[in-house]
């Protein structure tokens, strides 16, 4: 059984041009300390999350079928439930389009989805440059895995796109340059701002973020490798 742990009924943002409901699933293998979803990720936090049920979460979509487009699946990360190819199919049985966020640790599973069609559209977080990408996610990462998962979603069977949450301390400005060359020529980058709220690493909560000029400074020089590339 997959473990739901949250669930937002309608959202028009996270699910580009489509009108769509998000469930959050449980777990993580990274520890970003600047992650807001403490309560998905950290054991101790876990514990005390209440559970959705399957079955409540189907009969919700059930329900919902006329007016929802799709679903975003997001956790934590979506990837490490070995039952998630079976969700999926069972979301898409239901005619619902499938979006998957992930961090792109799981090449295997993400190839799995694409080929299996299972999916419809995936939003990979970069974290960091391959040097600081222990550091960013808050434990050894094997970035071979993330070079894979590059690669599957620049082959383009599926529509994609790359994001980063850019946080002070750990993205200087060549950082990001550093991973927008990385993923040189993809179809979307997203730099999306850090907000310093409720984060895993208490001492992140008192990070000022960038301001926006930054971003649009660093938006300028990276924007030639993308079709698209805007700041969030
Ligand atoms: S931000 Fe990092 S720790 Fe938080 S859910 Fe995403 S990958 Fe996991």
Not at 73 to 85: F, M
Not at 205 to 210: F, L, M, N, P, Q
Request: charged fraction near 30%; include cysteine.
């Amino acid at each position: 059984m997959i473990e739901i742990g949250g669930l937002q009924k309608l959202t028009l943002i996270d699910y580009p041009g489509r009108v769509a409901a998000t469930v959050f699933l449980i777990g993580c293998n990274f520890r970003c300390p600047f992650c807001y979803s403490g309560e998905l990720v950290l054991p101790e936090r876990i514990k005390k999350q209440p559970r959705i049920s399957e079955k409540d979460y189907f009969d919700f979509l059930k329900e919902r079928k006329e007016l929802l487009e799709g679903v975003v699946i997001c956790g934590g990360e979506p990837t490490i439930h070995k039952e998630l190819p079976d969700f999926c199919k069972k979301i898409k049985d239901l005619g619902f389009l499938v979006k998957l966020d992930t961090n792109g640790s799981n090449p295997k599973m993400l190839e799995k989805l694409i080929d299996e069609k299972l999916i419809n559209y995936v939003a990979m977080d970069l974290k960091a440059p391959k040097t600081k990408y222990s550091q960013a996610a808050g434990v050894e990462v094997d970035t071979k895995k993330i070079q894979k998962s590059i690669d599957i979603l620049k082959e383009e069977k599926i529509d994609y796109e790359f994001r980063s949450t850019i946080v002070p301390t750990i993205h200087a400005k060549e950082d990001v340059i550093k991973m927008a060359k990385w993923i040189k020529g993809a179809k979307k980058y997203y730099l999306q701002n850090f907000r310093p709220e409720k984060t895993i690493n208490p001492k992140f909560e008192k990070i000022k973020s960038y301001p926006q000029e930054f971003l649009v400074s660093i938006q300028k020089v990276i924007s030639p490798f993308f079709e698209v590339c805007q700041i969030r």
